[in-house]
């Protein structure tokens, strides 16, 4: 069974651009969580979709949005980006039951110049 | 509100020597706790989950991990290391029901020859 796959793997982009980051989960698995990893800050949560709905928001600024399609893919948008956006962000996914195992993918690296 | 502190952003060992990486937890509700391990330019896998079963869980790679609530504590522990466990780990809390981790800081392991 194939992995969580996240596309592209590395993106350059300058400040005040925007950019979109895909996920897609294993097949079957119907929940994804996105986190954003930085030197600074570390692993932090972004949101989370269930079945194309958001369960669950970290506490970042609206810039940052995402959405879940009914295939149970995911993107998430960065809008406006600063400097500070530059991280490798991380989507899991799971079945969406009670603790289970989330699936990491292999990150998206953004460089913001 | 839930926090992980992970002690000792790098610890070094040799090769067949104990392995004990520390994490302290902080939640206001029985917490549900994870390691990860994240190998350079990868995503985070999953090494174990405590979900208030047995406090003493056995994961992958002959990791394992105890839960003490009286010291809020779910240290990760590995008998003999080996080259192949140098990697950075990370402890993670979640409340039940809610699949958002919050991550400690990390610890990098190094394994000398």
Redesign the interface.
Known sequence: KAG?TQTPRYLIKTRGQQVTLSCSPISGHR?V?W?QQTPGQ????LF?YFSETQ??K?NFPGRFSGRQFSNSRSEMNVSTLELGDSALY?C?S?FGR??E???????TRLLVL | AQSVTQLGSHVSVSEGALVLLRCNYSSSVPP?LFW?VQYP??????LL?Y?SAATLVKGINGFEAEFKKSETSFHLTKPSAHMSDAAEY?C?VSA???????????TRLQVQP
């Open positions: 969580v929940s969580s986190y570390g692993l932090q949560f989370e369960r669950n970290g991380l899991a799971s009670d603790v195992t989330q699936y990491f993918g292999p990150g | 549900y990860y330019n990868q995503g985070l896998q999953l989950k979900t990370f993670a039940p029901g809610r699949r958002a981790l919050t991550f400690g800081s990390g």
